[in-house]
């Protein structure tokens, strides 16, 4: 794993671990597999993000730990809603309290407004976390390479799918590209251009990484994704998924801000 122990991504999974204590006192794993069992049915996050171009994952974010409170006018219902009708093909959708001011009940807010399949957004370090997630309604769920081990990353990646859910896993860099290959062709991968030490974001991360990917492989961009120049630069190196939350959250608009970026995505 990335030496992640003095960076913000340290703290959160230092968190995490009291987090995940508290969490098995208030539902057993046999609870939570029966919440999950009668959840609403899942909706498919990878068909979804495969169905438009550009493909886009919109992020409902209220802060974060590097900006504070990015939205104070935060509705995750209303802002699901514009998003569906601006075009985007998924949702994320923050669950992090302590860092990110989110929410478990964010999930369902959102999901039950619209159509869209929703990414749980957090740093789960257990299958308990995953299995959470599906009774939460999500549909997809986020592994970080950076902060898990490969027998995390197998075992969780593995609970998901027994669970119908999606799996998003995400690398920053060559290392962590190499170890996520390893894990099933069903996961998508995520590359997230903001560098984890100096939080300095390098669109040209995404552009390294995806050369050393089958064309066959479904690659999202994240983070630093701001201008319509920024996409079409992702888009002539064919990559066509993206997922953007931070410019998006900042405006009165979300929907009028997605389509400024990225203007009405077809379906194909």
């Known amino acids: 794993m990335t030496d992640i122990a003095n960076t913000i991504l340290g703290k959160i999974i230092a968190r995490k671990h ?11 794993l046999k609870d939570l597999e029966e919440l999950a ?32 409170v990015i939205r104070e006018n935060f509705n995750p219902a209303e802002i699901a809603q514009q998003y569906e009708h601006a ?39 257990d299958p308990y976390g995953v299995i959470e997630a599906r009774a939460l309604q999500a549909d997809c769920i986020l592994l970080i390479v950076a902060c898990l081990s490969d ?15 999606d799996v ?3 690398v920053h860099d060559e290392h962590e590209l190499e170890r996520a290959m390893r894990l099933s062709e069903r996961c998508i ?18 552009l390294r990484l995806k050369k050393q990917l089958p ?13 319509p120049d920024d996409v079409h630069m992702m888009q002539q190196h064919d990559i066509h998924a993206f997922l953007v ?13 997605f389509s400024a970026l990225f203007g009405q995505p077809e379906t194909i």
């Open 87 to 125: 075009g985007a093909a998924c949702l994320s959708v923050l669950t992090d309290v302590d860092f990110f001011q989110g929410a478990d009940e964010n999930i369902a807010l959102a999901r039950n407004n619209c159509a869209l399949p929703a990414l749980r957004k957090d740093f789960l370090i």
């Open 245 to 257: 939350g931070e410019s998006f959250m900042k405006q009165p608009r979300p929907d009028h801000a």
């Open 215 to 227: 064309s066959s492989r479904l690659l999202v961009t994240e983070s630093g994704i701001a201008t």
């Open 18 to 28: 009291e987090e995940f204590a508290l969490r098995l006192k208030q539902y057993s």
């Open 37 to 68: 069992r009668i959840a609403s049915p899942v909706r498919g996050f990878a068909t979804a993000l495969q169905a438009k171009r550009p493909s886009v994952i919109a992020e409902i974010k209220k802060a974060s730990p590097s900006k504070g």
């Open 168 to 170: 998003l896993v995400e």
């Open 189 to 206: 991968l995520g590359v997230n251009n903001r560098n984890l030490k100096t939080f300095e974001v390098d669109l040209n991360t995404s």
């Open 151 to 165: 027998q995390q990353l197998e075992e969780m990646s593995h609970t998901a799918f027994e669970h119908n859910l």
